[in-house]
């Protein structure tokens, strides 16, 4: 199957054509303060409700406020929005009444999506988990026990997931590094960045039963991208024994795209051999849902980073499967995310802590100065494509933030 041609010529030739069409929620100056659901093409902005009216369709799902509806509709009319909004696009006898419905990219305000139900982040990277446990605990085995059986999780707070392009204030919490004799209390002094990559729910499931592998794509509707922003003197200080809380909560910021899963078929890959037998519902052997993102980290515009996701241990079905095996249910709009992206090399390493190891290596910066951890008014910006049909790229256009006192 060829990719189809849109109309709109440009969109052809951009990683944002009609093989991605990715959804968001804008407004725009013609309605201002009005949230619509967009659907981006090329460099422009399908406004999708006012299209599926002028063209004489069901419009209710796509004339909301927010990608919920959609999402919790389930896959086979997730199908069937994305069939239709291709044919309007490539029809001709369709251009007149949407050229109009069409907003620059520039002229629009980009929203958070959808309203985000729970969320969890995951430790998928071998690397990263091997070079935290190498940093934070010297002359132990760097992974823990637990870590080739289980993806290992935390659940995070929902209400401080913000969009793209939301300032990050610097938190204050209690630090203690281990020379300390007690802990003081302050704004972070080691704030840094995770690189991962977010799955958003759409489909819930019920309470008692599990979502095995080959349920993801019945549940799952699409893909984010996702700054895990950590405080980590605030989270060495308080993560044991329970894990996570007050170094991350503060926020995680979202890519405003969510590329559909549909997009990704040609992005998926074989995660990496495992090297110990895994029980039979995370035994992914045949629903192997790695994926081929490159992904770009910059900092204050100078890249810093080239993550490679397909070199995740743990896909997120199997990070699905683990999440409800115990009979946890899905609801709309749940979000999980990746677990920071750190490949092999040092130079695809997804956080400033691995890549200036602890502080140890600071980088240089082309305007001569140089950081370990973050400094205020620093801008961190993630960006990544995946390969599309007829190669083609699938874009997830970028999350970015910069740090205010
Ligand atoms: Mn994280």
Redesign the pocket.
């Known amino acids: 199957m060829t990719t189809p041609r849109s109309w709109l010529a440009p969109a052809n030739d951009s990683p944002f054509g009609l093989h991605n069409l990715p959804y968001g929620v804008f407004t725009a100056g013609d309605r201002p303060g009005r949230r619509r659901i967009g659907v981006r093409v090329g460099d422009f902005v399908l406004d999708a409700g006012a299209a599926a009216r002028a063209v004489g369709e069901p419009s209710v799902l796509l004339d909301a406020g927010s990608l919920n509806p959609l999402l919790a509709a389930g896959r086979p009319v997730w199908t069937e929005v994305r069939a239709a909004l291709t044919r309007w696009l490539t029809e001709e006898a369709h251009r007149g009444d949407l050229s109009p419905l069409l907003l620059p990219l520039h002229a629009v305000e980009l929203h958070l999506p959808f309203e985000v139900a729970d969320y969890v982040?995951?430790?998928a990277s071998e690397h990263h988990a091997t070079n935290l446990g190498r940093i934070l605990r010297p002359g132990s085995e760097p992974l823990t026990p637990n870590w080739k059986h289980l993806p290992i999780g935390y659940h995070?707070r929902s209400g401080t997931v913000v969009v793209s392009g939301t300032p990050v204030v610097r938190p204050h919490g209690q630090r203690k590094a281990p020379a300390d004799a007690a802990p003081s209390f302050g704004p972070t002094r080691r704030l840094d960045i995770?690189a991962?990559v977010g799955f958003v729910v759409g489909a819930p499931s019920a309470m008692g039963t599990p979502v095995t592998l080959d349920g993801f794509r019945e549940h799952v509707f699409g893909v984010c991208l996702?700054n895990?922003w950590?405080a980590r003197d605030i989270q060495g200080w308080e993560y044991v024994p329970l894990g996570?809380f007050l170094g991350?909560s503060f926020a995680t910021s979202l890519s405003p795209w969510i590329v559909p899963l549909d997009a990704l078929e040609h992005a998926r890959v074989t995660a990496p051999a495992r090297d110990v037998e895994l029980l039979p519902y995370l035994d992914d052997r045949d629903e192997p849902w790695g994926l081929d993102l490159a992904m770009e980290i910059r900092l204050n515009g100078h890249l810093v980073s080239r993550p490679p996701f397909a070199s995740m241990y743990w896909t997120a079905a199997q990070q699905l499967a683990h999440m409800t095996v115990n009979g946890a249910s899905l609801r709309t709009g749940d979000l999980f995310?990746s677990?920071?992206v750190s490949g092999p090399e040092p130079e695809t390493r997804g956080a400033l802590i691995e890549l200036t190891w602890n502080g140890e290596n600071p980088l240089k910066l082309p305007d001569g100065s140089t950081r370990t951890f973050l400094e205020n008014d620093d801008e961190v910006t993630i960006t990544a494509t995946a390969p599309g049909p007829d190669g083609t790229a699938v874009g997830f256009g970028e999350v970015t933030g910069r740090i205010v006192p």
Do not use: C, I, Q
Request: glycine content about 14%; proline content about 7%; hydrophobic content about 20%.
């Open positions: 982040d995951f430790y995070g995770e991962e996702v895990d950590s996570p991350k995310a677990g920071t």
